[in-house]
């Protein structure tokens, strides 16, 4: 265990904890919106947040955005990361609606039970997963190298580099518009009506089936933005089962932050994040996914709500 | 009339709870469904707001069949339910709560006069319009799912149960409510357990018994019958 190591390298990994933290949290709100209102695990979500990535790729590859070009100019950047975004959000929100209307719906209006939606989401992720990897050759794709990192302002020990500025930047704001949206609008009441109460909610007059396509919609937008984060990180690689790890981390810190909260993904995300990172320091690279999943039983020990524990319905700006 | 139920079945999977109901409702009256526990007065409700589905027979609305509407379409076309056991949205406020009974309504001036009815009708939700429902007591919920039902300004009111569970002076105050709401233009459809209340209360009432309606008749003439006050007044 080499604590000096973690202590001499504290603001950085602390840093890209919550970089990486902050994808977690927006491919979970996905999680935990569908949970919310459905009570479903909706486990092909993970491949929303795959073919928004692949997405971004074959666009910018279309326009000749190349792997291992030099870093582009600001101009050239900023209209990757537009059409990047685009093309990810369109692509993961129509595969998100659309996996509801083909995989979820049929089983709904049949009253279906619990276990044959869950085998359902598993069979669905599986399909998706499998059909990108017949059609990418199973290979990994590295993304263009749309960005250099490097550290823009210092205080202290603490570096922060543009990447990381960006993806947490981005991530609050769309936390936070998301937040707003579910609180204040009355589409939101809506969603959170169903979630607390669907009969009472139909009641009032509100049609579920419109509700159950919105918070597809938002999840399937989320992931795709997730996803174009995640590729303009250094790491980034596009690979057909790239959503399996992501997504049952993201799930992870749905449930770690409370299922069915908002905010708790967020706090969620960014928590599994940062401990992952504080794994690599202590114990090197090889452990950080063991870290995460460690931690995630122990806290459900002791609480087994979650952090938050509180269902979308109550969560209350 | 404004409601017409004929021969209505529902089952819940192969049980039957509802065996071929037939009931109306005219314009302006309060009309109450009396009966015990388990005799199929909730489930006629829900049927009536399209939650349950009809396993036979129909329901008309303004002549109109609404058997196979969606639930969410007969509160545009003006049938609104506080349901049983309150069903107060527990995580949200007083005021969100009263939004949601206005959500299928754009007219924002006609929302907000429509809510200052309500607290109108229940100061004591005027000063709690920003505690969440969960955190009342049953009295002032069971008054948050009346105000609720009436945001969606109605043209039949369903009240299941609305004295459940409440102080004896806290009901006569919620029928007398109920009377002013009548009164001031809406047709209610009332499912009560007290029966004394509801039937001298109501214009019309029917009596449903494992399913099926025994008797019906105006809300006098139950009271002074005596097979009703064996079964549901309490008095021999």
Redesign the interface.
């Known amino acids: 265990m080499d604590v000096a190591g973690l202590l001499r390298d504290f603001p950085e990994l602390t840093l890209t904890g919550l970089e990486q933290g902050a994808i977690y949290a927006l491919v979970a709100l996905g999680y935990t919106l569908v949970y919310g209102v459905l009570k479903l695990i909706n486990f092909a979500h993970s491949e929303v947040f795959m073919i928004g990535s692949f997405a971004a790729l074959w666009t910018w590859q279309g326009l000749g955005f190349v792997y291992d070009a030099e870093a582009a100019p600001l101009g050239s950047f900023l209209l990757a990361v537009l059409v990047g975004v685009i093309a990810a959000a369109g692509a993961s929100a129509l595969t998100a609606v659309t996996i509801e209307r083909v995989a979820y719906r049929p089983l709904r209006k049949r009253n279906a039970p619990p276990l044959a939606f869950l085998i359902t989401a598993i069979g669905a992720s599986f399909v998706l997963a499998e059909g990108i990897g017949v059609y990418t050759h199973r290979a990994p794709y590295g993304m263009p190298r749309l960005l250099q990192p490097e550290v823009v302002f210092q205080l202290g020990g603490w570096k922060f580099t543009n990447t990381q500025l960006i993806v947490i930047t981005v991530t609050l704001l769309a936390m936070v518009a998301l937040d707003q949206f579910v609180s204040r609008s009355?589409l939101g009441?809506?969603i959170?009506?169903v979630a607390?109460?669907p009969?009472?909610?139909?009641?009032?007059?509100?049609?579920?089936d419109r509700v159950i396509f919105l918070v597809f919609l938002i999840g399937g937008l989320m992931a795709g933005v997730a996803a174009l984060l995640w590729n303009i990180l250094p790491i980034g690689v596009a690979k057909f089962n790239m959503g399996f790890l992501i997504g049952l981390k993201a799930f992870a810190a749905a449930v770690l932050g409370g299922i069915g909260n908002l905010r708790g993904a967020l706090l969620g995300g960014l928590l599994l994040g940062v401990a992952e990172n504080y794994a690599v320091g202590l114990f090197g690279t090889d452990w950080k996914d063991f870290v995460g999943f460690v931690l995630l039983v122990v806290l459900l020990m002791f609480r087994p709500t979650g952090l938050l524990g509180?269902?979308l319905?109550?969560?209350?700006a | 009339m404004l409601l017409e139920i004929e021969n209505m079945t529902v089952a819940y999977g192969r049980i039957e709870a509802l065996h071929g109901i037939s009931l109306t409702v005219g314009e302006g009256e309060i009309v109450s469904l009396i009966g015990a526990n388990g005799a199929g007065k909730t489930t006629t409700m829900?049927a009536i707001?399209?939650?349950r589905p009809l396993a036979g027979g129909s329901i008309r609305f303004e002549g109109e069949d609404i058997s196979k509407l969606?639930?969410?379409r007969r509160?545009?076309q003006g049938i609104?339910?506080s349901?049983e056991g309150r069903?107060c949205?527990?995580?949200?406020t007083v005021v969100?709560n009263l939004?949601?009974?206005a959500?299928?309504r754009r007219d924002k001036a006609g929302i907000t006069a429509d809510m200052n009815r309500v607290y109108g009708l229940f100061p004591r939700l005027a000063e709690r319009k920003k505690q969440?429902a969960?955190t009342m007591s049953g009295g002032e919920q069971q008054m948050l799912a009346v105000g609720?039902?009436l945001m969606?300004r109605p043209k039949l009111l369903l009240l299941d149960e609305p004295s459940m569970g409440l102080a004896p002076m806290l009901i006569q105050q919620i029928f007398d409510i109920i009377v002013e709401i009548n009164q001031q233009g809406v047709t209610v459809l009332l499912v009560e357990q007290n029966a004394q209340q509801a039937l001298s209360r109501s214009h019309r009432a029917y009596v449903l018994e494992t399913g099926r309606i025994v008797k019906s008749g105006t809300g006098q003439e139950l009271l002074n019958d005596s097979s009703i006050k064996d079964a549901y007044l309490g008095v021999a």
């Open positions: 009355r009441r809506g959170r009506a607390q109460d009969d009472t909610s139909a009641l009032m007059g509100v049609n579920k509180e269902s319905g109550r969560a209350r | 829900r707001s399209g939650i969606r639930a969410d509160v545009v609104a339910q349901p069903g949205f527990p995580g949200m969100e939004e949601m009974g959500y299928t969440v969960g609720r039902a969606a």
